[in-house]
């Protein structure tokens, strides 16, 4: 029974596994992860290649090669990397639109505390990182849902920025997996994170998807809250600036009669 539900979920996810791996980076990694295993074994090429078999056997791997090819299988084991292949490339950088502010070492702590009913979602990454390169396209998307005047998204560079990093209490160690990392501030204080971090300062397991973000980081009410606090600010706005409002109207018109004078 257990054999035919994995059958029916794979056939149910077959499209979406196609289109994760035709992809070309992907193709890319499976082109050079095959490249030497086919220069080696195929007849006619390998016995041209250099070997250190004590038979001068050229067409099958020497201990050197099998000692290479065990230790990058394990440091992909290690890494809990999506690739089952040696050789892996990595996922290119996301170019698209987003509404995100860029901080740096000097300007995150300003940008903050700037105005306390600003709400910021700020994600804490590292540009070597392939969970926050995997991540970026999804935190893009949420800014161009949920951005308004008081809710907005933000970046910090940590791998570049280690000053913050050790402020906010972010590391950036592989071992610790806390890239990336989302912080809410509300007031200029940290509100929550995602993830959380344990006694040993390891990142408790969270997937970065959507759907998890929304609801945990309450997206849809904060948002909500935000749209009602604009309106409020431009009530206001209207109400004490009325009177110039009219003047800039009245200049304006004498302007635009005075052009169709001229």
Known sequence: MGLITGVFAFLYHLPQIYKWLLKPYYIVSFLLTVAFLVVRKAP??????????????S????????EILMFLSAIVMMKNRRATFVMTCRPPLYMGPEYIKYFSDKTIDEELQKDGRVTWIVEFYANWSSDCQSFAPIFANLSLKYNCAGLRFGKVDIGRYGEVSQRYKVSTSPLAKQLPSLLLFQGGREAMRRPMVDNKGRAVSWTFNEENIIREFNLNELFQKSKKLNKKQNGFQTEDGSGELQQE?????QSTESKKDQ
């Open 249 to 253: 109207t009245s200049e304006v018109e």
């Open 59 to 66: 067409c099958d791997f020497d201990w050197r090669e099998v």
């Open 44 to 57: 006619g090429l390998c016995e041209h290649l250099a070997t250190d078999r004590e038979d001068g056997n």
